[in-house]
């Protein structure tokens, strides 16, 4: 008599426990993906997704709103910090601060004239967009001495 090479029903797994077991196995690959691509890493998403500051990384300036005046010093708000934070810059004899004029548009074919002018600490006003400078890495301070502050304005 010729044995029979065909399994018994007793071994196989029945087709309908197929389909749950292999919804089960790609949940818990689809688990896995996602817990390795929400891990914590140290880098600052600001409102721009195109730019990500690493807390890691030297930061030498800073583009902001001049918020208030007080003394010689300047409370900024820059909106690429956390939650729209507040620096303040401090300046000295040594702060280089200077206005950059820009034209709002230029005849056809003509390049832009720019003039840059020394200014006065005295000149900065509340609502001015600067950018202030350090030759320090500034990155994680609140408060830092500036070497430069520059306010663009457009003419």
């Known amino acids: ?8 029903e007793s071994n ?5 426990l197929a389909i749950p ?9 689809w688990l896995i993906i996602v817990s390795l691509n929400e891990q914590p890493n140290n880098k600052i998403e600001v409102n721009n997704p195109q730019i990500v500051i690493d807390e890691g990384d030297p930061i030498y300036s800073y583009v902001g709103i001049i918020t208030l005046i ?21 300046t000295d004899n040594h702060t280089s601060i200077t206005r950059l004029s820009l034209p709002k548009s230029s005849p056809h074919g003509q390049k832009l004239k720019t003039e840059r002018e020394i200014i006065t600490f ?13 030759n320090n890495n500034i990155n994680n301070k609140h ?8 306010i663009r304005m457009a003419q």
């Open 122 to 134: 005295n000149n900065l006003q509340v609502g001015d967009n600067i950018t202030v400078s350090s």
């Open 21 to 29: 077991i292999i919804i089960v196995i790609a949940l818990i690959v």
């Open 70 to 90: 007080k003394g010689s010093t300047l409370q900024i708000q820059v909106p690429t910090l956390k939650e729209k934070g507040i620096i303040y810059v401090n």
């Open 143 to 150: 408060s830092f001495v500036a070497d430069r502050i520059e």
């Open 12 to 16: 196989l797994v029945p087709s309908w």
């Open 1 to 8: 008599m010729a044995k029979d090479n065909t399994p018994s």
